[in-house]
């Protein structure tokens, strides 16, 4: 089944009775909102991730006293910004670790990937420790000089087919029919009851808001329960 927002359009409205039941919203409306408001919160617990690379061109010169000589800026994408940066690889010497790295993968002697895996290792831990410190939107401070750079990052998702099969149906699609629940309240909760030619009906908004507010809650607790990117392993 494909990730889009036709698909969620569909989820929700087959949880909202559709078509007997009318909403209030739009299909345009109702995807502009998630979008904006649903997509950017989910995406701070399940994030897309990136990379990005960093050179000498990128540093940021600046003509006044007193600024961070080692101030990079991060090449980004229109209206791209970063939710988080993961780890950030820099160094001087690629070469070796190239090489290693490229007989690792091509060589089909199992000795031999385990002795370049070993040796690449050796390089690293041999290596200049560069420390870091971002700053938002965009900007890499470094404590040492660097010839090459790479960022992993994490941004909000622009489309649903990046979001992982398993936290799009189990916490994506409930979040947003959780919201649309609570905003159909709101927009309800202004009227009791809807006269009509026929009867006077009853809008139940107090039930659409428990409901709203209880189904995210849980899609929340689950989110928070999400085991973190790094590992930590004490002995």
Known sequence: MAQNWNDVLEYIKIHLGVPVNVL?????????????????????????????MIRPEDLNRQPYGGAPMNDYKIPLELDEYIIDIRDVYAGTHPQVLDTYAHRALSSTDVMDVAIANTFSDIIRSMSTSQSWEFIPPDRLIFDKEFRFG????????????TIEPDKYHLFFKKLCLANVKLWLASMRSKFDQLNTPVAQLQLNWER????????RREVMESLNLLPTDFLIYID
């Not at 345009?28 to 897309?48: A, W």
């Not at 790479?150 to 087919?161: K, R």
């Open 208 to 215: 659409l808001q428990t409901e709203g507010q209880e189904e």
């Open 24 to 52: 209030e919203i739009t299909d345009e409306d109702m995807v502009r909102l998630l979008k904006n408001q649903v997509l950017p919160l989910f995406s701070q617990y399940v994030p897309k991730k990136k990379f990005s």
């Open 150 to 161: 790479v960022i992993e990052y994490f941004v909000v998702h622009t489309s649903l087919s």
